[in-house]
């Protein structure tokens, strides 16, 4: 695929993916290719190349002498990060985050107790890194260097844990803290409890201590639900 088409392949699927996602094209609706390239401007190889990637997301299903046709939420590949990108941009912001922050609660506390136990030394010391990061973009609305390091505090745990589907999970946790700061879900400065307890979540990976790792991680989590209730509520 040339440059220029993998520029069309780009709009056309960042256009149609949150429009599927929203709600614009329900599930049961039939669309067809011929019409969308005609509505997109771009060839039919495109709009096939498009469609492709909507399927391997289980947004869509292709068949012979019907069409492009929406699936029911309940076969979306919904853990796949465009998706999750596409559905926290849309009108269903809230019960996604939610949905994701709930998640979070049942995987990072158990995570975190791994990752005491089998964090490697530049783990922890990543960890460390991250979390004196978050401390000095906590003020003065420095939000997009705070996400970078919590983005990185988080991924780290996940991979510290040992355990290989948790560490897959770390592109999900990375959208749903990516969304909330970019769609202005938290207030302008982090909770400095929060960020404390990054800081302590570290020190409890560092020292081995599993049961306080867990612990604190649940209250980081519990505190995302938290805010949640009064800014998406």
Same mark, same amino acid.
């Given at each position: ?156 745990? $996940?991979?510290?844990?040992?355990? =290989? ?6 592109? *999900?946790? +990375? /959208?749903? !803290? @990516? ?17 404390? $307890?990054?800081?302590?979540?570290? =020190? ?6 599993? *049961?306080? +790792? /867990?612990? !604190? @991680? ?16």
């Amino acid at each position: 695929m040339t440059a220029q088409a993998r520029g069309l392949h780009a709009r056309v699927l960042d256009s149609l993916g949150p429009a599927i996602t929203g709600g614009e094209y329900p599930p049961g609706s039939v669309l067809r290719t011929d019409e969308l390239s005609q509505e997109f401007e771009v060839s039919r190889s495109v709009m096939r190349e498009v469609v492709r990637v909507l399927e391997s997301m289980h947004l869509v299903e292709s068949r012979r002498r019907v069409g492009v046709t929406v699936l029911p939420t309940e076969e979306w590949n919904v853990y796949d990060p465009q998706v999750i990108r596409w559905r926290l941009a849309g009108a269903d912001r809230p019960r996604q985050l939610r949905s994701l922050t709930v998640l979070r609660s049942a995987v990072e506390p158990a995570a975190a107790g791994l990752a005491a136990r089998h964090a490697t030394a530049e783990q922890c010391a990543a960890l460390t890194e991250c979390a004196i990061g978050m401390v000095a973009h906590s003020r003065g609305g420095r939000l997009e260097g705070y996400l970078l390091h919590d983005v990185e505090f988080h991924r780290t745990i $996940l991979r510290a844990s040992g355990n =290989e589907m948790f560490a897959r999970l770390g592109d *999900v946790v +990375a /959208e749903v !803290l @990516t969304g909330r700061t970019h769609h202005r879900v938290m207030f302008e400065d982090p909770d400095p409890a929060a960020v404390t $307890l990054h800081v302590k979540v570290a =020190e409890a990976v560092r020292e081995r201590d599993a *049961v306080r +790792a /867990e612990e !604190l @991680t649940r209250e980081i989590t519990l505190g995302a639900l938290e805010e949640l209730d009064v800014l998406a509520p």
